[in-house]
């Protein structure tokens, strides 16, 4: 099992997953900023259109390979054209904004890019499948997208040299990539699933190449946690709304291990939440039913939104992320 760069040392923190609603990037820095204490991020804005997706984004990162919109959504093509400088120029603009609301931070910084497995399922081929299908194709985008987080991870370190930065990878597909459950670009048929070990073995590979810790969040059922485990990751991210009981060991052997888990319990979308407090109370639950110590629960598990803010209003996304942190904080005032 490889041994993964330490998660920062927080106590009661909270943290956005990535996205929020708007096209507007310096008021997205002083939102995650002004809301998250312990671990602002760097904001994505799908609203501004392809590119700033976060597929278009994370394909925007990747080294040596370039990809576009088609009809049917992102293709590799053979050079760089207006959807990839797009990418890279409101990536530039986030970056800006990040780096005037965190002058003088000193401290844990989260970024996001998607996974080499959810990137693969995502992009189609020049002839028009998804890459998941071709196995030298996944082993490229993997390799591309090592490359490139290391340039994107040095630029964020000197835009904002306090920076304690945690990359986050976002692999929402990678339950259905192990189960077979990717459909073809048809849409007819469904690719066959890719083998746990070599599925493993990509995700390893890549963040033992990565000088940070790195968490793998995933908002669909089913989260492989212990694959995720033996890669190295330092945290998992799970919406903890669909976690079942059947979770439990894994779970339990993930805290036992070390492993930092980010629970997504404040709704993504408008919804009328005001008790902080009882938002995580299924998380205090949980905790007992493993039979871990009460005053470890602000160590070792931070609070999240379930998901991506994007489809939520700005007040709401403003008020999630103020939840979330008010919420991590009752976490230590009131473990049990």
Request: hydrophobic share 40%; proline share 7%; charged share 25%.
């Amino acid at each position: 099992m490889s041994t993964p760069h330490p998660f920062p040392d927080l106590y009661g923190a909270a943290t956005g997953v990535g996205s929020l609603p708007g096209t507007d990037a310096r008021e997205a820095a002083r939102t995650s900023t002004g809301a998250l204490e312990h671990l602002p991020f760097l904001p994505e804005l799908p609203a501004r259109g392809p590119g700033a997706d976060m597929i278009g984004r994370s394909a925007g990162l990747l080294a040596e390979l370039f990809a576009q919109t088609e009809p049917s959504g992102w293709r590799f093509a053979d050079r760089p054209g207006r959807d990839t400088r797009r990418a890279r120029s409101w990536l530039g603009e986030d970056l800006d904004a990040l780096e005037e609301f965190t002058q003088g931070h000193q401290g844990p910084l989260k970024v996001q890019a998607v996974g080499p497995w959810t990137l693969a399922a995502s992009i189609e081929l020049k002839h028009g499948e998804k890459a998941l299908a071709d196995r030298g194709a996944c082993r490229d985008i993997a390799e591309s997208l090592t490359e490139g987080l290391r340039r994107h991870l040095a630029e964020v370190r000197k835009r904002v040299p306090g920076a304690e930065v945690v990359l986050q990878l976002d692999e929402p597909s990678l339950p259905a990539v192990l189960a077979g459950a990717v459909k073809t670009a048809s849409g007819f048929q469904r690719l066959r699933a890719v083998d746990r070990q070599v599925a493993e073995e990509a995700l390893r590979e890549l963040i033992r190449a990565l000088d940070a810790p790195v968490v793998v969040h995933c908002c669909a059922p089913e989260v492989p946690i212990p694959l995720l485990r033996r890669t190295g990751v330092a945290g998992v991210s799970l919406d903890f709304s669909l976690l079942t009981e059947r979770a439990d060991d894994d779970l339990g052997e993930a805290v036992e291990a070390g492993t930092m888990i980010l629970a997504g319990v404040v709704p993504s979308t408008d919804q009328e939440v005001s008790d902080p407090a009882g938002s995580v109370q299924g998380v205090r639950t949980l905790w007992r039913r493993l039979g871990f110590a009460p005053e470890l629960l602000g160590r070792r598990v931070l609070v999240t939104p379930t998901c991506g803010l994007a489809g939520a209003s700005p007040a709401y996304a403003r008020k999630a992320l103020l939840l979330a942190a008010r919420a991590a904080q009752s976490l230590v005032d009131n473990p049990e």
